[in-house]
C-alpha cells in the first residue's frame, strides 16, 4: 500500500494536494469511536489499490487549518484528492462496499 501514514497542517500541502496519486484523507479524532471502526476499512482499501492510491490520517484537533478548509464538520470524513482538488467526500461509519461506490469513479 502506499500509506503515507499521519498527515498534518504543515505537509498537507506537498504530501496530500501535491500528490500526482490520488490521495485518500481520513479525517479522525482520537475521542471518535466512529472513526476507529472505520480506519481499518481505509487501510484495508489503500492495501486493495496498491500504487495507485495513498491512504492519510489527519487528526482534526491537531490540524485544524486543514480541517476548517475543507469544512469537515463531522467525522469519519473521508476525502478523495485528486490532482489536487477534492473529488469525493464520504462522511460517516460506512462498510466498505459503501465507501467504494462512493469512490470508484475517481478510481482508476
Known amino acids: 500500500m502506499a500509506n503515507i501514514g499521519s498527515v498534518g497542517d504543515a505537509d ?33 482499501i489503500g492495501n486493495e489499490r496498491g500504487e495507485g492510491l495513498k491512504v492519510a490520517k489527519l487528526n482534526i484537533d491537531e490540524n485544524p487549518e486543514a480541517t476548517r478548509t475543507y469544512g469537515v464538520m463531522s467525522i469519519p470524513s473521508l476525502i ?27 478510481l482508476a
Open 80 to 106: 478523495l484528492f485528486k490532482d489536487g482538488q477534492e473529488v469525493a467526500r464520504v462522511i460517516g461509519a460506512k462498510p466498505k462496499d459503501a465507501i467504494l461506490r462512493d469512490l470508484s469513479s475517481h
Open 12 to 44: 498537507f500541502q506537498t504530501t496530500v494536494l501535491g500528490s500526482e496519486t490520488p490521495v485518500l484523507v481520513d479525517f479522525w479524532a482520537e475521542w471518535c469511536v466512529p472513526c476507529h471502526m472505520v480506519s481499518p476499512v481505509v487501510e484495508e
